[in-house]
C-alpha cells in the first residue's frame, strides 16, 4: 500500500477543521451552492483561466462563500493567503483523462492531474468537498465520523501492537536459541508492517481533524512511544545485503493487503528469492543490540559487521569485543553483560 504524498497530506491541512479555508467552504455547503477552488496562481494555472476578473484581495471565508455565488472558479494564492481571481472559467486538456461525471468535478480533476496545484470541488446537490491532488481525490469527511473512525483504528492498533509485542518476543527466544526459520521473521515483518499501515492511516485522519485531533494524535504516540520493535531492524538482521535496506523496506511497503496477509510474499522483502518458510535463518544481532543500553548505532554495526551472526557474537569474550574499532572495555562488559540478561530473561519467560 503506497504511502500518502506529502503534497495531499499538506492540501488535508489546509482544508482542516479550524483552517480559514476549510470555514469558507463549509460556509459553502451550507448555504447549499457549488464551487471550484484553485489553491495556486502559478503561469501555469493562468494559462487555463478564461474570463473572471482579477481580485487580488486577502482571504476570508466570507468572501470566499459570496464569490462562490457565482458560477466560476475561484483562484486563490498558493497559500490561500489571498484571493487571486474568480468567477474563471478553466479549460483544461481534454486529453487529461477524468472518471468523474459533473462538469465541476471533471474539471477539477483534469487541472489536479496536469498541474501541480491542489483543486477543491464542493457539490451543490450533495453537499461533498473534494480534495484533488495529482492522481488523488479526496472526500472530506464530518468530524463525528472522522474521530470516530480514528477511535476505531486505535483500537485496532492497539491489539496489533500487543500481537507484535509478542511474537517480537518469541523471534528474540528463537534467535538466542539459534532456531529461526523465515516463517518465524516473516511474521513479525507482518505485524510490524501492519502497526506502521494503522498508525499511518491514524495519522491521515490526524491531519484531516486539525485542531480536533490533539487528543487522538496523544493517544497515538502514547501507543507507539513504546513499540519494541522496528521492521528495519528486523530486515538488518535477515536481509541478503545490509546495505541495501531502503530497497527491502520499500518492497515490504509496497505489497498489496493480500499480499501482507500471505507471509510467502512477506518473506521475498529479505531479498532471498522465493523461500521454503520452514527454512532456518540467521540473525545478524542487530535488533538485539539495539535493547544494549548506551550502545550507540554507528558502535552497534561496527560489532555486527565484527562477528557476523549472533550466535558468534554471543560467543564472544569480552576482549574480543572491546577489540572492536571504537569499543572500550567498559562498554564491551555492558555488551557482554546486556544479551546475557536478554538470554535469561528470554529462557525465563519461555519456560517459566
Known sequence: MPRRSTAV?????????????????DRIVK???????????????????????????????????????????IILAPDASRIARANVHLVPSTQVPTSETGMRHRTAERVARAIPVTVISVSEDMGLIGVYVSETKKVLDEIPRLVNRANQALATLERYKTRLDDVSASLATLELEDVVTARDVAGVLQRAEMVRRISEEIEISIVELGGEGRLIRLQLDELLGDLAVDA????????????????????????????LLDLRHVALSLGRGVLDLDDPLQSRGRRLLSR??????????KVVERFVTLQGLLRASVDELAEVDGIDGLQAQWIKDGLSRLAEASILDRYA
Open 292 to 301: 544494549v543500553p548506551r550502545l550507540g548505532d554507528a558502535d552497534a554495526r
Open 232 to 259: 528495519s531492524l528486523v530486515l538488518q538482521d535477515y536481509v541478503v545485503d545490509p546495505n541495501d535496506l531502503p530497497s527491502a523496506l520499500a518492497a515490504l511497503s509496497d505489497l498489496s493487503d493480500d499480499e
Open 31 to 73: 448555504a447549499k451552492m457549488g464551487a471550484l477552488v484553485v489553491v495556486g496562481d502559478g503561469p501555469e494555472v493562468l494559462n487555463i483561466c478564461s474570463g473572471g476578473f482579477l481580485l487580488d484581495a486577502a482571504f476570508s471565508p466570507q468572501r470566499l462563500s459570496e464569490l462562490a455565488k457565482m458560477d466560476g472558479a
Open 9 to 25: 497530506l499538506q492540501a488535508l491541512a489546509a482544508v482542516a477543521p479550524g483552517t480559514p479555508l476549510r470555514e469558507g467552504l
